[in-house]
């Protein structure tokens, strides 16, 4: 069960939230007022309540998680999102990460492997609010070539490697954000592409996700 009403005291612990993103680095206004403006309570089960606005993943059935909105805003922020462009953005989940960047003004189109999740985004509250996000049944390794080429690709899954399919879909000087697996945890990356389909690699710190597996699953 979801709570959809918000509080002055949801509205507040927003507000304590957004403090402790900017004192872990993140500068970016248009990611803060997004995080500020998004209900992330509206994305767990009231079971989670009380802990919907701390800077920690919680459960989000189907042994998935929303990540952590420090996470959430280092991916967008590194995206460096501009109003228009076309996002793809691989493990749907909650859809809290793919709301944000639909509230930044991204045309985003995201993707889910598993059906159960993928059949309760259809109904995800916020669905009037942003026609914008568009959601996808399928394996996010192969992308969704009808809709490429993209601006912006965010994998919000512990990748095993970059994905080729997803290079090929992304534009030139387009880029990706990926956490790529490095032992127990995995090495932020952000890749640019280049005209002859090379790739320049920024490196970051190190994040904890869920897997990203292969293929759909029921
Ligand atoms: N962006 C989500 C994070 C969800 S956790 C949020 O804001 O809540 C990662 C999600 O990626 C899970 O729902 C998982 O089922 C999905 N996933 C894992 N591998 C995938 C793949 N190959 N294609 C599409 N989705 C995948």
């Known amino acids: ?9 949801d509205v507040g612990r927003r507000k304590q939230l957004i403090q402790i993103l900017k004192e872990k680095g993140i500068t970016d206004s248009n990611v803060l007022d997004a995080i500020n403006t998004i209900p992330r309570h509206f994305f767990v ?19 998935q998680t929303i990540s952590q ?20 953005e691989v493990g749907t989940g909650s859809v ?3 709301t944000v960047l639909a509230h930044i003004g991204a045309r ?8 159960k999740l993928f059949y309760e985004n259809k109904n995800f509250i916020f669905k009037n609010k942003y026609p914008n996000l568009k959601f996808f049944y399928g394996d996010g390794f192969a992308g969704l070539p009808t809709f490429a080429p ?22 030139v000087a387009g880029v990706m954000v990926i956490p790529v697996d490095e032992g127990e945890n995995q090495r932020m990356l952000r890749i640019t592409k280049n005209e002859d389909g090379t790739y320049e690699e ?12 292969t293929g759909k699953s029921d």
Not at 79 to 84: A, E, F, M, S, T
Request: net charge positive; aromatic share 14%.
């Open 69 to 88: 909105p420090y996470t959430v805003a280092f991916q967008t922020q590194l995206l460096n999102i501009q109003r228009g462009h076309k996002v793809l």
């Open 45 to 63: 089960d009231t079971v989670f309540d009380a802990k919907a606005y701390d800077d920690v993943a919680l459960q989000i059935g189907a042994e």
């Open 108 to 115: 985003v189109f995201t993707i889910e492997r598993q059906k």
């Open 1 to 9: 069960m979801k709570r959809f009403t918000d509080t002055f005291k």
């Open 150 to 171: 993209f601006d912006k690709v965010i994998i919000t899954a512990a990748a095993p490697f970059i994905p080729p399919k997803l290079m090929e879909q992304l534009k």
């Open 202 to 213: 920024e490196k970051f710190e190190l994040f904890s996700f869920v897997p990203m597996l």
């Open 96 to 98: 809290y990460q793919a």
